[in-house]
């Protein structure tokens, strides 16, 4: 399968604990995107990167959250602290970079804050 | 600030009918635009796209249409097939900035 991939697929953790997902891109796209969506709401933008740099991180990120492309491939994005409103679903989507190119989706990451 | 908006939360349709989703947008910098579908518990998969350049672009039995001037676009799929039951989000470049999606349900 050569789509995105989002691990893990379903994340249950106690309010105040760390978590982190991982997103694997389509590999000859070197835009990757972060959203989160919650109930009844289109998917929130949250941070892109081209290759290994971050470009663009939205206001609404609180500095409890973090995203790192390293090596310009993966991706992965770290809540600490969490609190029971980051429970949602995270989207990850990659894209070449130019104009008029497809964002592609994974299958999300869904988070539970108990 | 709402940039895209999906006015309409949900939309039912007789299967084998035409199925029209609209969006606005309010941004004119804008210039592409996509439909994505999403299933519960899925991400979203991408449907068509049209760029500002054009007016129409068609792909089987989906065609987006974009009137610039009044910053709208709009889905048809013709005929809805039960299988197009599912939720429609439009989104705009750069970002891909989203719409709060409708819910569109064929009717048997």
């Known amino acids: 399968d050569t789509g995105v991939s989002q691990d893990p697929r379903h994340k249950i953790t106690k309010r105040g604990q760390n978590v982190t997902f991982r997103c694997d891109p389509i590999s000859e796209h070197n835009r990757l995107y972060w959203y989160r969506q919650t109930l009844g709401q289109g998917p929130e933008f949250l941070t892109y990167f081209q290759n290994e740099a971050q470009l663009e991180k939205s206001r609404l990120l609180s500095d409890r959250f973090s995203a790192e492309r390293p090596k310009g491939s993966f991706s992965t994005l770290e809540i600490q602290r969490t609190e029971q409103g980051d429970s949602a679903m995270y989207l990850c989507a990659s894209r070449r970079s130019g104009e008029n190119t497809e964002a592609f989706f994974g299958q999300g990451t869904r988070l539970t804050v108990v | 600030d709402q940039q895209v908006k999906q006015n309409s939360p949900s939309l039912s349709v007789q299967e084998g009918r035409i199925s029209i989703l609209n969006c606005d947008y309010t941004n004119s910098m804008f210039d592409y635009f996509l439909w994505y579908k999403k299933y519960p518990a899925e991400g979203p998969t991408f449907l068509i796209s049209?760029?500002?350049?054009?007016d129409k672009n068609e792909d089987g039995r989906f065609t987006v249409f974009l009137n610039k001037s009044a910053k709208h676009l709009s889905l048809h799929i013709v005929p809805s097939q039960p299988g197009d039951s599912a939720v429609y989000f439009c989104?705009?470049?750069?970002?891909?900035?989203f719409g709060t999606g409708t819910r569109l349900t064929i009717i048997p």
């Open positions: 989104a705009a470049m750069e970002k891909l900035t």
């Open positions: 049209i760029s500002s350049i054009k």
